[in-house]
Nanobody, 113 residues
Framework: QVQLVESGGGLVQAGRSLRLSCVAS????????MVWYRQAPGKQRELVGS???????NYADSVKGRFTISRDNAKNTLYLQMNSLKLEDTAVYYC???????WGQGTQVTVSS
């Protein structure tokens, strides 16, 4: 069992930046693929991007060039740096262990005009 706790969400103006964090329990964080998802009101949950154990990243087209996923294995922490935020980035953001059904509780990001 892995517990994931997201933080860093909040209300931010369009065009600004925000960084989300996800702290994982346990000693195996460094070997996991980690994934960020988001779910906007009334919409299905969608993949934001992922990072492999070696640090390779992939992103959804909607966030490519604006969002950056990184990890600090020494701190068991996953990050999502979000720049140039848009209104449509408003959602609850979740971290997840790739290939496993371990999810965080989510953190709300609201982008205002």
């Amino acid at each position: 069992q892995v517990q994931l706790v997201e933080s860093g969400g909040g209300l931010v103006q369009a065009g600004r930046s925000l960084r989300l964090s996800c702290v994982a329990s346990g000693s195996l964080f460094s070997i996991y693929v980690m994934v960020w998802y988001r779910q906007a009101p009334g919409k299905q949950r969608e993949l934001v991007g992922s990072i492999s154990s070696s640090g390779s990243t992939n992103y959804a087209d909607s966030v490519k060039g604006r969002f950056t996923i990184s990890r600090d294995n020494a701190k068991n922490t996953l990050y999502l740096q979000m720049n140039s935020l848009k209104l449509e980035d408003t959602a609850v953001y979740y971290c997840k262990v790739g290939g496993r059904d371990f999810w965080g509780q989510g953190t709300q990001v609201t982008v205002s005009s």
